[in-house]
Structures are given as C-alpha cells and as structure tokens.
C-alpha cells in the first residue's frame, strides 16, 4: 500500500472536475485501498481521489467501522437541512459550520463496478455530501459567506507561504 499526497487549499488541482470510472480492475483496487490507509493515517473519515491528485469520481468513507467504496456517486435526491460544522484534509485546522441536506439518496458503483443505491441520513449523509463536492470541484469554502471565503482563503495562503519557505509540506 501506498500513502498519497493529499493536497491543500489552495492547490489548483483542488478545482479540477473528476471524470467518470469506466475501468474497474485492480488498479482501482489498489487506489481505493491506498486511499483508505491515507485517510485512516491523515484522520479523517473521508476523502476523494481529487483530493490526492486524481482527478477520478471516487470516494472513501469510514464513519464508525461502515466502508464506503463510492466509485461515480450522484446524489438523487436530497431533503431536509442541518447546520454543523465541517472540516477537510484540503483544509487542516479550519472548521466551519455548513448547511447540508439531513438525507440523501445515493446512487454509485463499487470497486468492482456493482450499482448501488442507498438512502443515508444525519452525519454520514453531510460526510457522502462533502466528498462528492469535492468530484464536482466544490469546496467547503464555497458554501461560506463571502466574507468567511476570504479570511480562510488568505490564512490557507498563508500556511501555504509559510511551508514552502520552510521546505515543509502543509498537513
């Protein structure tokens, strides 16, 4: 297994729309496994392949031992509505309260191109939500207020200043 990069605001590649899965083989079981081991070694609980450079329509999520495998997710249908806060891999050490429909449902195909269809509620629908943002190139800044955009933005600049200057790598 293999640890990937995961990127950082403001990265540009954080804003590339993900294409569509069309091989499923062993490479993508490979990239859907080492993309769990960086998001159990980063601390999350999800995390997309555009987060890791690769800009493809695939999702990991594991929220209290449920492992998601989404391979080309679409939300279908969407109600209800709750405000928590959020955080990101793309975004270490900024949390921000977020709308988000209370449920959801989801259609996808696993790693081994199996369709899938299922209907999912509270956290774990704000999680599904966040990560399929980011295959859409959709941030958690741009669900913010303008003003909130702009101080995240000139404070993720900042770290990112910071870290080249220093050699290091914002994580």
Request: charged share 30%; aromatic share 8%.
């Amino acid at each position: 297994m293999a640890i990937l990069d995961v990127l950082v605001y403001p990265d540009p590649a954080l804003r590339a729309m993900a294409e569509e899965v069309t091989v499923f083989d062993g490479k993508l079981k490979k990239l859907v496994s080492d993309m769990y081991e960086t998001m159990y070694l980063s601390k999350g609980v999800g995390l997309a392949a555009p987060q890791a450079g690769i800009p493809i329509r695939l999702v990991v999520i594991d929220w209290e031992g449920a492992r998601y495998a989404l391979v080309n997710p679409r939300i279908t249908e969407a109600e209800g509505a709750e405000r928590a806060e959020e955080g990101c891999l793309s975004f270490p050490g900024i949390y921000e309260e977020i709308e988000r429909p209370s449920k959801i449902r989801v259609a996808y195909q696993d790693e081994d191109g199996a369709p899938h269809d299922t209907v999912i509620e509270g956290f774990l629908a704000r999680v599904f939500c966040h990560e399929i943002d980011h295959l859409e190139a959709t941030l958690m800044i741009d669900r913010l207020s303008r003003l909130k955009q702009a101080f995240i933005k000139k404070k993720m600049e900042r770290k990112a200043k910071a870290a080249a200057a220093t050699g290091e790598r914002e994580r």
